[in-house]
């Protein structure tokens, strides 16, 4: 039993170690701004929507892991709408470009998204406990990284948008 909890705490250990080190990347990488180019905000999500329903396709769900799914398809959108609020976007007075910069808030929210998941894991544990399998438990991180990515990047369209429509009536 003894062996059990020490490899556990070291797993956690490690996660702890890669997720700082992440942290800590972007966080250098927060101040650079980069170009918000409107017309390619669809590419990421749709290459990724294209993998997940191929995913889904070949390897589709059973039973209540379809319900499992679209929830958590919906807490992606949730958490993906509020991830793209958080990030700047700033538009040039002269030229009306959009450009784009990671807030601390943004990095902070997905450090908290990964912590949860690893609580959940360490409380549900290999998901006996809801009569899941490690394949319906990633077929529902393939739907809340869908909704995530997809929504974050609806939000920040539609805002960016919104801001440029203002600009130009000035």
């Known amino acids: 039993m003894q062996a059990q909890d020490a490899q556990g705490w070291i797993s956690y250990a490690v996660t702890a170690v890669i997720i700082g080190i992440v942290f800590a990347v972007r966080w250098r990488r927060m101040s650079v701004v980069k ?20 995913m889904f396709v070949m390897y589709p769900p059973h039973g209540l892991a379809w319900l499992f799914c679209a929830f958590a398809l919906v807490m992606g959108a949730a958490l993906g709408w509020q991830r793209g609020k958080m990030m700047r976007i700033t538009i040039h007075p002269d030229t ?61 369209y539609l805002r960016a948008k919104r801001m440029l429509e203002t600009a130009r009536l000035r």
Not at 35 to 54: D, N, Q, T
């Open 35 to 54: 170009p918000l180019k409107l017309e390619r905000l669809w590419i990421f999500p749709a290459l990724y929507a294209a993998a997940a329903l191929y």
């Open 96 to 156: 009306h470009a959009l450009n784009t910069t990671s807030s601390p808030a943004a990095v902070l929210f997905l450090v908290a998204i990964v912590a949860v998941r690893t609580g959940a894991r360490a409380v549900v544990g290999d998901g006996h406990a809801l009569h899941l399998d490690a394949v319906a438990i990633t077929d529902m991180l393939v739907a809340l990284a869908l909704g995530l990515f997809t929504t974050q990047r609806i939000e920040m």
